[in-house]
């Protein structure tokens, strides 16, 4: 029987935590065997789990980059900004990478971690979750088989949910493009792939874009309300309430996200989260941030052959983490609607549903992106255990092209006009 796949985590928050579920689960095919994060109850929390020895446990990932090459892969799940550093470090050490997406905040640096790869011989897999969706992998199977013709339009949603950008992007991480990055590569740098994917090797030949911060503003901000939910005397009249959102959740005894990332050094209890609400960001009034990011956005894309698409990013959604899709045929109409896919044939006048078996371990924490993290670490595990990288779904230089496509997106946002885009000369 072969070894398992040994892994070093650098970053054990909340992606970092969902990726290594896969060493319990399959303990045969993937070991954790070393962790390094800054924060030392992330860190401890990890360790005890997967029972990973003290001296290769560290604050920094340089000291694993400063040791010898003691693993197979590294998952690297630090924040957006501290993503170009440690990749190309580690991947010069021979490690095969796993990379949190976006793949990193500027084009520059994501040019050299491909190039880092590339040169290294390792497998560079970028954490675009969605392509290993069972159902959205369906949707790629049927385009190539022909279902809907040549494919004339894609349409597709991203719907981010109300307090799922209240949470990330207003209150959280990804508020504020100077600590982290913009919108459309933070959230929606995986709906950008999907139709770079789809469009099937055909080029984005040019781009345009519009959107806007809206509501989450202080003009917007209610007569009474305090600068803090807890303080609040108007707090149960918004949709946007921490002690909703929160301690509300808590209470009910649910201590995943979103509730488990606002108590970064404690076990989330009632007691944790309303001190993280009294003095920590996830509990200031969403009209008093620092945010800045866009919570709406479209982008329209010209593809080779005539293709056009249209990609529209909405905060203001009930639905938490969904994405809807038409793709419109020369032949026929594929609709999804996030649950099943349906095709219209336009000879036959018929529709024919698709379903999909969504089957994971059910120790697998099904969270935001649902059985797509559990299949995503599978391919990558089996990539790096065979030394096929043609087992996971894009390598580095794919990656890029659609990474490209996203800052032309916002380029052409901020320039307010279309921009034609670049030839892939890497």
Known sequence: MPSPVRVIVVGAGSRGETYSDYASIHPERMQVVGIADPRSFARSKLQKRHKVADENTFDDWSCVAEREKFADAVFICTPDRLHKDPTVA??????????EKPMAVTLEDCREIAEACIQSGVILT???????????????????????????????FSLVGFYHFAHSFVRGNWRNEAESSFALLAKSCHDLDLIHHWAGGRRCIKVSSFGSLSHFRKENKPRGAANRCLDCSV??????????????????????????????????????VTEALKTGPYGRCVYECDN??????????????GLTASFTMVAFTEEIGERKTSICGSRGELSYNGKE????????????????????????YLGPHGV???????????????????????????TLASHRLVFEAERARLENRVVFCETDHD
Not at 90 to 99: F, M, Q
Not at 341 to 349: A, K, M, S
Request: glycine share 4%.
């Open 90 to 99: 580690l991947a010069r050490k021979g490690y095969h990478i796993l990379l």
């Open 292 to 305: 800045d990011v866009c919570s709406n956005q479209v982008v329209n894309m010209e593809f080779e052959g």
């Open 341 to 364: 896919i349906n095709v219209f044939d336009f000879l036959t006048q018929t529709s024919t549903k698709h379903t999909v078996h969504k089957n994971v371990p059910g120790a697998f």
């Open 372 to 398: 797509a993290d559990y299949h995503l670490v599978d391919a990558f595990i089996s990539a790096v255990a065979s030394e096929d990288p043609l087992l996971i779904q894009l390598g580095p230089k794919e």
């Open 235 to 272: 707090e149960s009249n918004c949709p946007y309430s921490a002690k909703k959102i929160y301690l509300d959740r808590v209470k009910e005894g649910w201590v995943r996200w979103p509730v488990s990332v606002i108590c970064s050094n404690s076990v989330p209890d009632i007691e944790s």
């Open 126 to 156: 970028v954490c675009h979750v969605l392509r290993y969706d069972p159902v959205i992998s369906k949707i790629k199977t049927l385009i190539d088989c022909g279902v809907v013709g040549d494919v004339i339009h894609i349409q597709h």
